[in-house]
C-alpha cells in the first residue's frame, strides 16, 4: 500500500476513535445507571488509546495530525441521548462500531476487542432493549418509504398533467393509503412475531415440567460455551434448575434470545408509530399543493422532498456508518429515478388517455 492511501487510512481510523471515545464520554454523562457510567468511561478511555495508537502511526510516517473535532453523528446521538436516554441510541452505536470497525489492511490485530467485550456484557444486563432502541433506525427507514412513495406518486400525476386539485387528491390518497398499509403490516409483523415467541415459551415450559434434566443440560451447554468451567457450568445450571420459573426464563433469553417480558413490543404501539413516521414523509410532497398552485407547487414540491431526503439521508448515515454525503447522494439518486420513472409513465400515460 503506497504511503498516501496509508496515511488516509490512519486518519479515518483516528478520527473514528476520536469520535467514539467523545461519543462514549457523552453517554457515561447521561447514563442513569452507575454501572453502566463506569463501563462508558472504559469504552472511551481504549477508544482513546486506540486514537493514540494511530497518532503515533501518523507521526511515524511524518504526516501531520489532525486537530480533534467532533463530528455530526456524535452530536445527534448525543442529543437523542440526552432527550431520550442512552437505551435508545446504544442499538445504533453497536451498529455503527460494526460499520466503521471493518478491517482494514493497516488495521491493528485485536485492537478493538474492549469494544465487543465490553458492549457485549452492557447488553447482556438487558438494559439496551432492542425494541426500544431500533425506534431511531425504524423512524428513519418509516419516513422515508412515505417520503419516496408519496414524492414519486406526485411526479406521477404532475407527468399526466393532472390538475392541482387531482394531484392534492391524489397525493393524500397515497398518504392515507401507504401509512394505513404500513401500519396494518407492522401490527401484523409484530403479532406474528409474539405469538412465535409465545409458541416457543411455551413449548420450552413444558419441556421442563416433564424433563427438568433436559434442561438443566441445556443450561450447562450454554454456560460451558460462555468459557465456563464444566464443573462450575453444571453446578450453576443445577442450582437454576431447582427454580421453574428462572430456568424457563434463562433458558428463554439466553437458548432463544427472547425477552419474556416484550416479546417483541407492542403491535399496536408498532402500528401507531409506523401510520404516523409514513405520514411524516409522505407530507413532504404534497404539502406544497396546499398553499401553492401549477407550476409553483410542483416546483415547491420538488424542493420540499430534497430537503425530506436530505434529512432521511443524515438520519441513515446514523445507523449505516457510511458518510453523510453518500448517503444523502444516494438517497437523493434512488429518488430521482423512481421519480422519473413515475412522472415519464404519468407523461405517456397522460398523453395516451387524452390524445
Known amino acids: 500500500m503506497s504511503k498516501v492511501r496509508s496515511a488516509r487510512h490512519y486518519r479515518t481510523n483516528l478520527r473514528i476513535e476520536r469520535d467514539n471515545a467523545a461519543l462514549y464520554d457523552r453517554l457515561s454523562?447521561?447514563?442513569?445507571?452507575?454501572?453502566?457510567?463506569?463501563?462508558?468511561?472504559?469504552?472511551?478511555?481504549?477508544?482513546?488509546?486506540?486514537?493514540?495508537?494511530?497518532?503515533?502511526?501518523?507521526?511515524q510516517m511524518g504526516e501531520p495530525v489532525p486537530?480533534?473535532?467532533?463530528?455530526?453523528?456524535?452530536?445527534?446521538?448525543?442529543?437523542f441521548a440526552r432527550r431520550f436516554g442512552t437505551d435508545f441510541v446504544m442499538p445504533t452505536v453497536v451498529r455503527l462500531e460494526h460499520a466503521d470497525?471493518?478491517?482494514?489492511?493497516?488495521?491493528?490485530?485485536?485492537?478493538?476487542?474492549?469494544?465487543?467485550?465490553?458492549?457485549?456484557?452492557?447488553?447482556?444486563?438487558?438494559?439496551?432493549?432492542?425494541?426500544?432502541?431500533?425506534?431511531?433506525r425504524a423512524a428513519v427507514l418509516g419516513a422515508n418509504d412515505g417520503l419516496v412513495s408519496n414524492g414519486s406518486l406526485i411526479m406521477g400525476m404532475a407527468g399526466a398533467a393532472a390538475g392541482d386539485h387531482a394531484i392534492l387528491l391524489a397525493g393524500f390518497a397515497g398518504l392515507v393509503a401507504g401509512a394505513c398499509s404500513m401500519a396494518l403490516g407492522e401490527w401484523l409483523s409484530?403479532?406474528?412475531?409474539?405469538?412465535?415467541?409465545?409458541a416457543q415459551i411455551a413449548a420450552r415450559a413444558e419441556r421442563l415440567a416433564v424433563a427438568p434434566e433436559d434442561g438443566a443440560r441445556s443450561l450447562a451447554s450454554i454456560y460451558r460455551d460462555k468459557g465456563m468451567t464444566p464443573d462450575a457450568a453444571k453446578a450453576l445450571a443445577t442450582q437454576i434448575a431447582e427454580r421453574p420459573r428462572t430456568a424457563l426464563d434463562t433458558l428463554v433469553r439466553e437458548d432463544l434470545g427472547i425477552d419474556p417480558d416484550e416479546l417483541?413490543?407492542?403491535?399496536?404501539?408498532?402500528?401507531?408509530?409506523?401510520?404516523?413516521?409514513?405520514?411524516?414523509?409522505?407530507?413532504?410532497?404534497?404539502?406544497?399543493?396546499?398553499?401553492l398552485s401549477a407550476h409553483t407547487a410542483f416546483?415547491?414540491?420538488?424542493?420540499?422532498?430534497?430537503?425530506?431526503?436530505?434529512?432521511?439521508?443524515?438520519?441513515?448515515?446514523?445507523?449505516?456508518?457510511?458518510?453523510?454525503?453518500?448517503?444523502?447522494?444516494?438517497?437523493?439518486?434512488?429518488?430521482?429515478?423512481?421519480?422519473?420513472?413515475?412522472?415519464?409513465?404519468g407523461h405517456v400515460l397522460g398523453t395516451a388517455l387524452t390524445g
Not at 34 to 59: M, P, S
Not at 111 to 125: L, M, Q
Not at 190 to 198: A, G, K, L, T
Open 67 to 79: 486537530p480533534a473535532r467532533i463530528g455530526t453523528r456524535v452530536k445527534v446521538l448525543t442529543w
Open 101 to 136: 470497525h471493518l478491517p482494514t489492511p493497516v488495521d491493528r490485530e485485536g485492537h478493538r476487542d474492549h469494544f465487543v467485550e465490553r458492549t457485549a456484557s452492557v447488553t447482556r444486563g438487558g438494559r439496551h432493549r432492542t425494541q426500544s432502541g431500533n425506534t431511531l
Open 299 to 345: 416546483m415547491a414540491s420538488i424542493a420540499s422532498t430534497i430537503a425530506g431526503l436530505v434529512l432521511i439521508g443524515m438520519g441513515t448515515a446514523l445507523f449505516t456508518g457510511r458518510s453523510m454525503t453518500f448517503s444523502i447522494a444516494r438517497q437523493l439518486g434512488i429518488t430521482v429515478a423512481a421519480a422519473g420513472i413515475t412522472y415519464a409513465v
Open 190 to 198: 409484530v403479532n406474528s412475531s409474539r405469538e412465535f415467541y409465545q
Open 264 to 291: 417483541g413490543g407492542s403491535a399496536w404501539g408498532a402500528a401507531i408509530s409506523s401510520f404516523c413516521l409514513f405520514a411524516l414523509g409522505a407530507l413532504f410532497p404534497v404539502a406544497p399543493y396546499l398553499f
Open 29 to 59: 454523562e447521561l447514563a442513569a445507571d452507575a454501572r453502566l457510567a463506569r463501563a462508558y468511561r472504559r469504552i472511551a478511555d481504549g477508544e482513546r488509546a486506540n486514537a493514540a495508537f494511530w497518532e503515533e502511526r501518523l507521526t
